[in-house]
Structure formats: structure tokens, C-alpha cells
């Protein structure tokens, strides 16, 4: 009989056959399976040369292929498609099997599947894994969440095929049950900020500065060099330098202005609305995603409300300012995730590490950057930091960034460019950084018409005044 396969990985479209290929090639043998099994011979045909591959055609001939304790990745369409593969895997695993849900599920079904699969004996994992086709080829930087015992199992699998920066190992247990798809969508969370951030300056530099895109790809290829290195704002200039073979024109002018969305940006905003965590940076990207989805409408009232007169005004100065504004809007975007991942952190009992959480983004994924070693310093030497803008670094950064970010934001208000992304950055700054704000009214307009009561700075206690009686306050608790 052949020699059974180390681990499994069913669902070859892009993702899995990559990931499939990258384990391969570190000499791990892997059984291969597709719903469709042709896309399973296509797998074999096209690579089944490069490594030690099993290729498949029954789900039963995929489990009978593997060693035990059974090791399989699913990297099917988030959704039904798991929970499918899980029904029809289940019968035919053994106690103590893994399955590994390597895709982007939202991690409620995660907490779910694993609650399920214990139930049978089975344990499962539910690990993000970031990097798009190529990270899944050479080196995506993965987030591991689920049971220690299990994620044992495969640590050395992992470890060996995911990205590596400075021979560290983009990959770290996360933590147990939702964890890792928790992490997961934070990481493409941020991503939207960080990608709204980018159009942002673009548009600034285009509609402001009176740029055009070969000249704002000249920028950032510059920015690279700088604070702002990282993998989005390389392709930035990559994107923008690049001429249509049709028009002659730069591309991306004759790109629609519409942005897509899969869900995990919008994920990430409403369970910061369900723990209560100010995430602005990110819900904003989301809507701006929204917004530009709703092209017929602005194009109607792109000709029926009014805007300021345009007056374009090119300047050195304003390149420096945006870039600046950029990187500060950054920072607040990044404080916002970290703050998040912390707030789910302690309501679930996930423990997690966050400067690990830095380390495994530094490589491999879509927000790798430079950046994230002075994150990942930062949480070596605060582990239970607040908001990562208390951070001397980061505190000083944006300091002096922020006299540039205010003057972008006024340009851009003065000249009726959209930023989002930008001004809500600096409004939660400015929030964050007033030991007073506004919400005394609130908590008085609360009292006037729901009786709501509020709590007073002279003496402790619940409080409500007789608004429509006789004025007088009454201490409720
Ligand atoms: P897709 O998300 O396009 O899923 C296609 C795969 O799912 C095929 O193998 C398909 O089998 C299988 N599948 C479906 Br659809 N329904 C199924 C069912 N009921 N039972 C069994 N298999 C089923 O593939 P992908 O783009 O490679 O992404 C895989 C996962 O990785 C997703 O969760 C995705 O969000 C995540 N991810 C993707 C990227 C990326 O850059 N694409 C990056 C990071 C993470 P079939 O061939 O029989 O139809």
C-alpha cells in the first residue's frame, strides 16, 4: 500500500492548490481533493511533478489517503461550503482528526464549527492565512487559531511554508476557538483603511495638487523609501505608473470607480460596534466603498450639488503634507485595530499576544509593511497597552505630523474633496486626546427626554433631575 499523505488540502481553486503546492515543496506529502474532480486531475496534470502529491477523486479516498491523526485543509468558499465539507468529512474521521478551515470565515461559525466538530471528537482550527494567489504559493502569513494540542500537530507544516522576515516565522498560535479568523478579519480591516488612505492622497494629490497618475506614481514610489514602506504603497506606484495598451492612457483613468467588497472589512466594523470600540478608519473606508458603489447617483448629483469653486493649488509643500497626513491617519487606523483586537481579546478569553499579531503582518500578507516592527516593539515593551498612540514613538510621530494633517484637511474640506478616511482619523485624535468632551450634553439631553440619568464630577451616584417637575435633582441608585 502507498505511503499515506502528512496532511490534506481539499478545495484546488487558487488558494488551495497554491497553499497545496507551497507544502509540497518543502517535501511534506499532500493528498488533494476537489468537489469537482476534474479540477483535481487539472491539479495533477499541471503539478502533480513537483511534489509528493496524492490526487484524489472520493472524499473517502481523500480521509483513507491521509496519516493519523488526520490533517486536512479546507479551503473552500467561506459559507455553506465549509459547513458542507465538514458534514460530509465528519462520518468518515476518527477521534482526535483535525480540520483545518483555512479560508475567510467569519468567526462566529468558526466559534460554531469548532463547538460542533468536539461534539464528534474532532477538533478543529480555524486559521486565517493572508497573501492573496502568490502568499499562498511562496509564503502567506498565517494566523492559527483554534486547540494548542491540535495546532501542535501542525506547527512545523506551517511554520516551514508560511513567509519568514528576518528568519522569524510569519505564523504564531493565535488563540483558541474564533481567534485566528478573528485576527484574520481585523488584518483585512485594516487593509480597507489602509487602501482608503491611499486612494484618498491620490485623490488629493490628483484633484488638489493637479497631478496626473504617472506623476502620483512617481510619490509613492518615493513615499516607499520612507515611513510609509510597505507592500500597498509599492503597488501604488506600480498601479498608477502603468499605461492602458488600448487608450494609451494611464490605467487606472480608465478603471471604474467602483470598489467591491467581500465582507471582512464589514465584519470587522460591526463587531467593533458590537464591543463598542471607536473604529473609525475602517467603517469609513467600508462606506466609502458604499458610497462609490452608487455610481448612477453621483453621477446625477455630481451635476446638481453644488461644490466650491475649483482652485488647484500644486505645491511641494502639499506632497509633504499629504504624505505626512497619510502616515498619521495610519497610526490612528492601526492604534483603532490593535485597540479592537484587545477589546475581543478580554471579552472572549483569547489572551492574545498583539506584538505577535505586528510580527506575523511584517511578512507575507497585504498589509505587510516596515511599520509593524515599531508596532510589534511597542507591545514587547507595553504588553497590556491602551491605544498604541500613547506609544512615545507613535505619540511623537504623530505630533509632528499633525500640523500637515490639519492642513490637508482643510484644503481638501475647502475644496470639496471627499477624505473619510483622513479627517475622521484626526477627529478621533482629536477626541481621544480631550480629557473633557461634549458627552456631558449628552447625558443631560438623555435625562431631559428618557429620564436616562447621568452621574455627576463632584459626588458618586446615579442622578436625574425633574426636568418637566420642579428642577430639583434626585440621586437614583
Ligand atoms: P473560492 O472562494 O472561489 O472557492 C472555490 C472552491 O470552493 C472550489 O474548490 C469549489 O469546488 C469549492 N466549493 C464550493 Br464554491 N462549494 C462547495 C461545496 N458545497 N462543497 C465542497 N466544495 C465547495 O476559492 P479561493 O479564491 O481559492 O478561496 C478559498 C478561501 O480562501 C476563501 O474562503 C477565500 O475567501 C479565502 N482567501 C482567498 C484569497 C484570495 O486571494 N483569493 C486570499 C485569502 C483568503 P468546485 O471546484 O467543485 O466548485
Known amino acids: 500500500m502507498a505511503e499515506k499523505s502528512r496532511i490534506g488540502v ?3 481553486a487558487v488558494m488551495g492548490a497554491n497553499l497545496a503546492r507551497n507544502i509540497a515543496s518543502r517535501g511534506v506529502a499532500v493528498a488533494v481533493h476537489n468537489r469537482t474532480a476534474a479540477k483535481t486531475e487539472q491539479f495533477m496534470a499541471e503539478h502533480g511533478g513537483e511534489g509528493d502529491f496524492t490526487g484524489t477523486e472520493s472524499v473517502e479516498d481523500f480521509v483513507n489517503a491521509l496519516e493519523r491523526p488526520r490533517r486536512i485543509i479546507v479551503m473552500v468558499k467561506a459559507g455553506k461550503p465549509v459547513d458542507a465539507v465538514i458534514e460530509e468529512l465528519t462520518p468518515l474521521l476518527d477521534q482526535g482528526d483535525i480540520i483545518i478551515d483555512a479560508g475567510n470565515s467569519h468567526f462566529p461559525d ?27 504559493l511562496l509564503g ?3 494566523m492559527p487559531g483554534g486547540d494548542p494540542e491540535a495546532y501542535a500537530e501542525v506547527e512545523e507544516i506551517f511554520t516551514a511554508i508560511s513567509a519568514k522576515v528576518d528568519d522569524t516565522p510569519c505564523c504564531v498560535h493565535v488563540g483558541p476557538g474564533g481567534a485566528g479568523h478573528y485576527v484574520k478579519m481585523v488584518h483585512n480591516g485594516i487593509e480597507y483603511a489602509d487602501i482608503q488612505l491611499i486612494a484618498e492622497a491620490y485623490d488629493l494629490l490628483g484633484h488638489v495638487a493637479g497631478l496626473d497618475a504617472p506623476a502620483i506614481g512617481k510619490i509613492f514610489e518615493e513615499w516607499n523609501t520612507g515611513d510609509l514602506e510597505s507592500f500597498l504603497i509599492e503597488i ?22 467602483q470598489a467591491e467588497q467581500k465582507g471582512t472589512g464589514r465584519w470587522t466594523s460591526q463587531d467593533a460596534l458590537d464591543l463598542g470600540v471607536p473604529l473609525t478608519g475602517i467603517t469609513e473606508a467600508v462606506f466609502a466603498r458604499t458610497l462609490s458603489a452608487l455610481r448612477d447617483e453621483r453621477k446625477a448629483a455630481s451635476t446638481t450639488l453644488a461644490g466650491p469653486a ?25 492604534a483603532q485595530g490593535f485597540a479592537q483586537m484587545r477589546a475581543a481579546s478580554i471579552e472572549n478569553d483569547w489572551d492574545l499576544t498583539l506584538g505577535d499579531m505586528a510580527t506575523i503582518w511584517r511578512g507575507g500578507c497585504i498589509i505587510r509593511a516596515q511599520f509593524l516592527n515599531r508596532i510589534r516593539d511597542a507591545y514587547a515593551e507595553h504588553p497590556d497597552l491602551d491605544n498604541l498612540l500613547m506609544v512615545p514613538y507613535f505619540t511623537e510621530a504623530v505630533a509632528n505630523a499633525q500640523d500637515a494633517w490639519r492642513r490637508v484637511v482643510t484644503v481638501a474640506t475647502e475644496q470639496g474633496v471627499a477624505i473619510p478616511a483622513f479627517s475622521s482619523s484626526l477627529s478621533y485624535y482629536d477626541g481621544y486626546r480631550r480629557e473633557r468632551g461634549p458627552a456631558n450634553l449628552i447625558q443631560g439631553l438623555r435625562d431631559y427626554f428618557g429620564a436616562h440619568t447621568y452621574r455627576r464630577i463632584d459626588a458618586e451616584g446615579s442622578f436625574h433631575t425633574r426636568w418637566a417637575q420642579d428642577g430639583s435633582e434626585v440621586r437614583t441608585d
Open 10 to 12: 481539499t478545495g484546488l
Open 310 to 334: 475649483p482652485a488647484q493649488k500644486a505645491d511641494e509643500q502639499l506632497v509633504e503634507d499629504i504624505r505626512q497626513a497619510l502616515y498619521a491617519s495610519k497610526v490612528v487606523a492601526y
Open 140 to 142: 502567506p502569513s498565517i
Open 236 to 257: 501604488t506606484g506600480k498601479v498608477l505608473a502603468k499605461t492602458d495598451e488600448r487608450t494609451g492612457r494611464p490605467l487606472v483613468d480608465v478603471i471604474v470607480d
Open 110 to 136: 468558526t466559534v460554531r464549527r469548532t463547538e460542533e466538530c468536539a461534539a464528534n471528537g474532532i477538533r478543529f482550527m480555524g486559521v486565517g492565512v493572508s497573501g492573496g494567489e502568490e502568499g499562498a
